[in-house]
């Protein structure tokens, strides 16, 4: 069988090298100029360089499985660190409260001590890393875009997706929240700021404001702020990096002091040497993921705030779901059945992270600073002893398994 697979950001890169474990060839098709960059490798491999962009992203347990199940979990290790505890404040860095994520996964499930702690990683590294376990020594496939067969078609094109909109309509668009988020990337170690915790929320209930801070490696650091009525970037251009640097470091630090955030981290943001905007949407609640020979992967089918860090790591499912269907079922006249139970496992799945985002998000939005505050304390205190469960490890194997057992 042959994949055609629109858009090769994490998701899309991802699914590729996994439909290659079971035998299924892909074509990858971005935005952005692939052909050209197949072209130059004359021949070679195609290391095809995206270029630094975004912040980092933090990955749980469910994804890790995902990537241990495909040989990447390793290599993914090597270049992100745990982040043992979630952090929030007040946006003056007063009243911490903390989530032992560590502990919370254990009480979810999670059997693998080494899975335990969440990993922050650069997005940029994480995409490099999946580009490049597909392309290991065969040249990849860049069509030029003007025919395409495959036997079915994977819409991993973001959450603005084409694929979704030409199947789904227009009514699938989806919506800017208000929110601007501006993510800088800062040497932490070279100008000698010391992030005590790996992963910090500052917040300001009343006025909307809010940063977070996290720490990459011994070196690097990430950190973004949150604004509303900042000027919309254009759509699909998210993650491209601002090029008056100075400028826009300047006026983002400068804001951030005058919200009262704690020195270091406005000095993170004065001192980055690369920030991108990122537009915040959310995708309303699709019924299904597929319809006929089409599948929707990644924040394409379940677009979502980042509020609760869920939109990757339920991406990284997606692929690890689809992975388990072809590995029982291989024939190409199984496609239908693989794509019913893909959106039959991966619909309720992709609403509860949605919907779980949105309660972040409104979490962080609503309420005034003390009360909102407090509830957060509550919430907090719940998971950390077990009397509310965080999450729920999921497992893709088993969960296939489980759907197949189901319709026999
Ligand atoms: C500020 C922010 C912070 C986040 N933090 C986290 C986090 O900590 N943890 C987490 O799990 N998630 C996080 N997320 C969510 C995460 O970034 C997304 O879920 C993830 O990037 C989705 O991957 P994707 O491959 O589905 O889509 P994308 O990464 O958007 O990739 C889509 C690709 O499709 C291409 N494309 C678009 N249109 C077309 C087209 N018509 N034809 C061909 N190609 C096309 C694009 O160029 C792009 O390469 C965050 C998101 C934001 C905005
Ligand atoms: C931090 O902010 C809180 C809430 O607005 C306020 O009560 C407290 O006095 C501030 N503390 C410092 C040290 O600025
Ligand atoms: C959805 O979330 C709730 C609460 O976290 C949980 O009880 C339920 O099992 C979840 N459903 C799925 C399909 O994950």
């Known amino acids: 069988m042959h994949a055609i697979i629109a858009g090769s950001g994490l998701v899309g890169a991802l699914t590729a090298f996994a439909l290659k474990q079971v035998g299924i060839e892909s074509t990858l098709y971005d935005q952005v100029d692939l052909v050209n960059a197949a072209m130059k490798s004359g021949g070679g491999p195609v290391v095809v360089e995206f270029g630094e962009s975004g912040g980092c992203v933090l990955l749980a347990c469910s994804a890790l499985r995902v990537l241990r199940t495909l040989g990447l979990l390793d290599e993914v290790m090597a270049a992100s660190s745990p982040s043992q505890y979630t952090t929030w404040f007040k946006i003056n860095g007063t ?6 994520a560590v502990k919370v996964s254990a009480d979810c499930g999670e059997t693998d001590p080494a899975l335990r702690a969440p990993v922050q990683i650069m997005r940029s590294k994480l995409h490099s890393i999946f580009i490049q376990a597909y392309c290991d020594g065969v040249i990849a496939q860049f069509a030029d875009g003007t025919t395409a067969v495959g036997d079915f078609l994977v819409g991993a094109d973001g959450i603005h997706s084409a694929t979704r909109r030409a199947i789904f309509g227009e009514s699938t668009k989806a919506e800017f929240t208000g929110v601007i988020g501006h993510i800088g990337v800062v040497k932490t170690k070279e100008h000698g700021i010391d ?17 977070w801070a996290f720490k990459v490696t011994e070196e690097l650091g990430a950190v973004q702020v949150m604004t509303f009525n900042d000027p919309i970037p254009v759509e699909g251009e998210e993650y491209r990096p601002y090029s008056d640097l100075p400028k826009e470091s300047t006026r983002l630090a400068d ?7 704690p020195k270091h981290v ?14 915040i ?12 020979r089409v599948v929707l992967l990644g924040d394409s089918a379940h677009g979502m705030v980042p509020n609760a860090g869920l939109g990757l790591l339920t991406g ?20 239908p059945t693989v794509f019913n139970l893909y959106s039959k496992l991966r619909v309720p799945r992709g609403h509860n992270a949605s919907l779980r985002s949105r309660e972040m998000a409104k979490q962080y939005y609503t309420g005034s600073s003390g009360i909102g505050h407090f509830k957060l304390r509550v919430g907090i205190f719940l998971f ?12 893709c194997p088993a969960e296939v398994n489980a759907a197949i057992t189901a319709t026999l």
């Open 95 to 100: 009243s911490r409260i903390a989530l032992d």
């Open 266 to 279: 406005e000095e993170m943001m004065r001192k980055s040497f690369r920030i991108s905007p990122a537009a």
């Open 316 to 335: 990284i499912e997606d692929v690890g779901v689809l992975l388990e269907l072809f590995r029982h079922y291989q024939d190409e006249k199984d496609i």
């Open 195 to 211: 992030l005590k915790e790996t992963l910090a929320f500052y917040i300001d209930r009343e006025k909307k404001q809010m940063a």
């Open 384 to 395: 950390n002893h077990n009397l509310m469960k965080y999450h729920n490890v999921y497992d």
């Open 255 to 261: 804001m951030m002091a005058s919200w009262g955030v």
């Open 281 to 292: 949407y959310d995708l309303k609640d699709l019924p299904t993921f597929h319809k006929g």
